[in-house]
Nanobody, 120 residues
Framework: QVQLVESGGGLVQPGGSLRLSCAAS????????MAWYRQAPGKQRELVAV???????NYADSVKGRFTISRANTKNTVYLQMNSLKPEDTAVYYC??????????????WGQGTQVTVSS
């Protein structure tokens, strides 16, 4: 009953910036954490960044210092600001919401993904 919709992906040159958004819809009481994952061609899906309900953030070493995750609690929306983008950042980026409490259950949800391509 919960849906996550990502937006903001696209084509950008190396060194450029992009901001991804993910909005969770449905009757949601609370979310323990929201995160961004990515999957590049031929590679496994990896965690990029996560933010918990208390605002604690964590990042993959490969993006630390370049990416910033933030959350707008009133909209159940999470953002990923990506700066100094590199070709190796090219991947499909997926939004994840963990520990989502609704009127009927507590579960995790995934978005459909948005393509980010970094190329000159």
């Amino acid at each position: 009953q919960v849906q996550l919709v990502e937006s903001g992906g696209g084509l950008v040159q190396p060194g450029g910036s992009l901001r991804l958004s993910c909005a969770a819809s449905g009757i949601i009481f609370s979310i323990n954490s929201m995160a961004w994952y990515r999957q590049a061609p031929g590679k496994q899906r990896e965690l990029v960044a996560v933010i918990t309900s208390d605002g604690t953030t964590n990042y993959a070493d490969s993006v630390k210092g370049r990416f910033t995750i933030s959350r707008a609690n009133t909209k159940n929306t999470v953002y990923l600001q990506m700066n100094s983008l590199k070709p190796e950042d090219t991947a499909v980026y997926y939004c994840n919401a963990a520990g989502v409490t609704t009127p009927t259950r507590r579960a995790d949800y995934w978005g459909q993904g948005t393509q980010v391509t970094v190329s000159s």
